[in-house]
């Protein structure tokens, strides 16, 4: 009798262990996963950011170029110089517009109109709820792993469609830009051998 209570207690004790176990082991996988979604979201944000940086800085450099070039063109000397050096100074100025153009739409906010309630990316329909829904949708979220991971997904692919996005107008306006700049250079440099 004895031996059988010792024993009814010992797998009790290991059903308790294991089942601890288990529950720890789940708690740990959610907690790895949450702090990979999360760490890849902040990746993400700062890589977004960096888009908007080199924008403002493309921007600032072109809006210095362009104030130089126009104070040139608004000279009473820019009527008697050469048409080629003219065409350069030209170049220069439309390249410049361009470049500053294209890198303003490049961090301009994108708001789309088919967005999910139940996701937590920017401007979305949360905010439209109350307070009180605003912090039950978010409650539900967390508290099933698939929400979760689903509204992190959404978030990341829509995160990095932005950046590629941001990322290539950002080559096309520094191309513009180098473009104008160097056949405006060249322009102007070829001028003085002729």
């Known amino acids: 009798m004895q031996n059988q209570n010792f024993i009814n207690n010992k797998m009790q004790y290991s059903f308790m262990v294991e089942k601890k176990r288990l529950v720890s082991d789940r708690f740990a996988s959610v907690l790895r996963e949450t702090s990979f979604l999360g760490d890849a979201l902040k990746l993400k944000m700062e890589e977004y950011l960096l888009t908007v940086n ?96 689903s509204s992190y997904g959404h978030e990341l692919h829509k995160l990095d469609m932005t950046i590629l996005h941001r990322f290539k107008m950002i080559k096309s306006a520094i191309a513009m830009f180098l ?16």
């Open 54 to 149: 080199i924008s403002h800085f493309i921007a600032t450099i072109s809006g210095v170029v362009l104030t130089v070039s126009l104070g040139k063109m608004t000279t009473s000397e820019f009527t008697t110089l050469p048409p080629i050096v003219k065409f350069g100074i030209v170049s220069i100025v439309a390249a410049s517009l361009a470049t500053i153009v294209v890198t303003l739409l490049t961090v301009e906010p994108v708001f789309k109109k088919d967005r999910d309630s139940n996701t937590f990316d920017y401007g979305n329909k949360l905010t439209e709820l109350s307070r009180k829904d605003y912090i039950e949708t978010i409650r539900k979220n967390l508290e099933k792993k698939e929400n979760m991971i």
């Open 179 to 194: 473009v104008g700049i160097i056949l405006g250079g060249m322009l102007i440099i070829v001028s003085t051998f002729i």
